[in-house]
């Protein structure tokens, strides 16, 4: 069975800094895209970062350059998103996804991602 799971979300004051984690089982992911996305409630799920296959290429909203940072582990199978100066705006539930094969560029829409985690609740007070 194919999983990703997130973690590493929580509650922390603007200005801080967490480190999110997406562990994959089931299969290798090593040579997919893999992204980061969030959701804030009453709004659409959007994008916040990407990284190809081998680490060469990522990719950020503008509204989080500058403050995180994705990487991934591919002996690990696992990806990481590391969050600086965090704001209140930035509070949603965030997820991790892999991306799809036949996308000839990395994927900055959900549509193409094919298998997501659960999720992880990042909360930013102010």
């Known amino acids: 069975q194919v999983q990703l799971v997130e973690s590493g979300g929580g509650l922390v004051q603007a200005g801080g800094s967490l480190r999110l984690s997406c562990a994959a089982s089931?299969?290798?992911?090593?040579?997919?895209?893999m992204g980061w996305f969030r959701q804030a409630p009453g709004k659409e799920r959007e994008f916040v970062a990407a990284?190809?296959?081998?680490?060469?290429?990522?990719y950020y909203a503008d509204s989080v350059k500058g403050r995180l940072s994705i990487s991934r582990d591919n002996d690990k199978n696992t990806v990481y998103l590391l969050m600086d100066s965090l704001k209140p705006e930035d509070t949603a539930v965030y997820y991790c996804?892999?991306?799809?094969?036949?996308?000839?560029?990395?994927?900055?829409?959900?549509?193409?991602?094919?298998?997501w985690g659960q999720g992880t609740q990042v909360t930013v007070s102010s």
């Open positions: 996804a892999a991306g799809n094969l036949l996308w000839a560029n990395i994927p900055m829409v959900p549509t193409g991602y094919d298998y």
């Open positions: 089931g299969r290798t992911f090593s040579g997919n895209a």
């Open positions: 990284i190809s296959w081998s680490g060469g290429r990522v």
